[in-house]
């Protein structure tokens, strides 16, 4: 490959920039193998249809309150199944295309680490939901083993791309992604009675999960596949430079005031941390409104959702955090939480996944097409003949049902706990078959490919 | 934003107006409009990528000594956009909306990806590289036809 030093004659330096930065040639002849990603992105649906089906088969007593081991054990499997596999698999392609820094080993790194989560979520939820001490104790140590090998591969790739913004919001949420998964598995040592449960610590375990390790992942992936994958203009440099870092300190500062018990601080730190995500979601929101492109789009439309939702959760958090909002009561809890798991992470990684399973795989038949030598005799299937769109949009008005029944049974209760569960169920479920056809169409087109005459 | 970014990220805009402009006659099932509007597209990008290929690149190339480098993935990112123009235009002289639109979903991921390289490397790179000559050969970007 060409050096990517400087070799230019006569050129002025202004600031001090380099003519040519280290990050001159991009990247895709860099991303890892198809299947590095697309493992995580065929399993994860699937183990969040099984939180679907347990909160089915828990019915009622699941809602009673947030600390109920079934819900648990079932919103488990959806955050740590779903959103942290395919958050993975997302770093471990997104990193070396963006900012041609691969994580290291990823070819080993990722399938190990993948296979840990997945397995240890499954023997966590089985643990907490069956009372069953030991799977507990084995989900524990596969989560930590599966995370210990991902999270210093990625926290190298993150650092040698601190300088770009992705770069360093995904430097960000790995640092938090420590935090919440040290408080994981001590918390899970506590519910295996290895040590004592200290449920005062859940909630700085859940606000490192999905404002630290999901919310800044998200800020920092969204950089820059929102304006690829959604035709927007770039986020603001303000917003990209200083967004990220303003909802870690945030954190910091929150989880100082809430261990050390400083109300003020504690406070300056939550509306803080509620401000930083609520901007980024007005910002997302109004670049959204700024679309080039006419035509309806199901990303689109799961991002609008998923902002729209983070949006609620901040103006939620600051009611609370002013006395205007209860959020101890189980019902509006519960709503809370449904709305910042299902109705905004789940919403933007399923949008975003419509978007980059489609792409890689094209992407990755143009490469078997070039290294075969027949671009320009065999026509490749485009982004629509390996995901049409109508599954998607089925898919996507499911994840609306789900959410929509989600909500009533927060405030209802009774069997509609059993219903909101099926509809979890299915909504992951019709992600995973569109996922599988995907898969199914690449590797037909590239048998199509292999065996075209060269 | 200097002279080449401003000129080129700009032109780059004025194509994703038209492909949009496109793409919403062929969905809405215009096909006369979407002929007149894929042509002037399909025109506009052509004339980019030329632009591109016989002014700025080999100015940056001669410049710089790269050869080998971020010009070289440009090349072949070119290439591979004008096989979509190709391939739509087909699907545009069949009517065939399906595959139109699903080779217009690619095209635009492929050009939004290579459109923010270029803006957010390459062209900060020949504008320092070329400096003070920047603005001659903006202008024999625009004396290209």
């Known amino acids: 490959m060409e050096s990517r030093r400087c070799r230019c004659r006569g050129g002025r330096q202004p600031n001090h920039q380099p003519l040519i930065p280290a990050n001159a040639d991009l990247h895709f002849d860099r991303m890892p193998p198809l299947w590095v990603p697309l493992r995580a992105f065929l399993i994860a649906p699937f183990l969040g249809l099984g939180g679907g089906l347990l909160l089915a088969s828990a019915g009622d007593a699941a809602f009673s309150s947030r600390w109920t081991a079934s819900l648990l054990a079932s919103a488990h499997l959806i955050t740590l199944g779903f959103i942290t596999l395919v958050m993975i698999g997302a770093v471990i392609q997104v990193l070396p295309v963006v900012t041609g820094v691969p994580v290291p080993a990823s070819n080993w790194v990722a399938p190990a680490s993948q296979f840990g989560v997945a397995l240890g979520v499954i023997a966590m939820a089985w643990g907490l939901n069956g009372g069953l001490p030991v799977a507990g104790r084995v989900g524990a140590v596969l989560l930590a083993a599966g995370l210990s090998l991902f999270v210093p591969a990625a926290l190298i790739a993150a650092w040698k791309t601190r300088h770009n913004p992705t770069g360093r919001a995904m430097g960000l949420s790995i640092l938090s992604l420590i935090a919440v998964a040290g408080l994981g598995v001590f918390l899970l040592a506590g519910h295996a009675g290895w040590v004592p449960l200290r449920r005062d610590l859940t909630d700085i375990h859940a606000a490192w999960a999905l404002g630290g390790w999901v919310g800044l992942l998200v800020m920092g992936v969204s950089f820059q596949v929102v304006p690829l994958f959604q035709v927007t203009p770039s986020y603001p440099r303000v917003v990209e430079k200083y967004l990220p870092a303003v909802g870690f300190l945030a954190l910091l500062a929150w989880t100082a005031g809430r261990l050390g018990r400083w109300a003020l601080v504690a406070n300056i730190g939550i509306v803080s941390l509620a401000l930083s995500l609520g901007t980024y979601a007005a910002v997302t929101l109004w670049l959204q409104t700024q679309r080039r492109r006419k035509l309806r789009d199901i990303t689109t439309d799961a991002w609008r959702l998923g902002m729209g939702c983070l949006g609620l959760v901040g103006l939620a958090t600051i009611a609370a955090t002013f006395g205007v909002l209860d959020l101890l009561e189980p019902r509006t809890s519960l709503t809370f939480g449904i709305l910042l798991v299902m109705g905004f992470a789940v919403s933007v990684v399923q949008g975003m996944l419509y978007k980059i399973v489609p792409f890689l795989s094209w992407l990755h038949l143009q490469n078997v097409a070039t290294h075969r030598g027949v671009v320009g005799q065999v026509k490749v299937k485009n982004m629509r003949q390996l995901l049409p769109v109508k599954g998607p949009r089925r898919q996507f008005a499911s994840h609306l049902v789900a959410i929509g029944a989600l909500l009533i049974a927060a405030w209802f209760g009774g069997f509609w706990v059993r219903i909101a569960g099926l509809a979890v169920a299915v909504d992951f479920g019709l992600l995973g078959i569109e996922v599988v056809g995907v898969v199914r169409r690449y590797r037909e087109d590239e048998a199509r490919i292999l065996s075209a005459p060269q | ?145």
């Open chain 2, 1 to 145: 934003m200097g002279e080449i970014s401003g000129y080129m990220t700009h032109e780059h805009r004025e194509c994703d107006e038209l492909f949009a402009k496109a793409e919403a006659a062929v969905d809405a099932g215009n096909w006369a409009a979407a002929d007149t509007e894929f042509t002037a597209y399909d025109n506009l990008t052509r004339l980019h990528l030329r632009r591109e290929e016989e002014v700025l690149f080999p100015a940056f190339e001669t410049r710089t000594g790269m050869t080998t480098g971020p010009t070289a993935m440009m090349r072949m990112e070119h290439n591979q956009i004008r096989a979509f123009l190709v391939s739509m235009t087909e699907a545009l002289a069949d009517r065939d909306s399906e595959m139109f639109l699903g080779e217009a979903e690619t095209l635009m991921i492929l050009t939004q990806q290579h459109n923010m390289k270029e803006e957010q490397i390459l062209y900060p790179m020949t504008d320092r590289t070329l400096d003070t000559d920047a603005p001659s050969v903006v202008d024999q970007m625009r004396d290209v036809e």
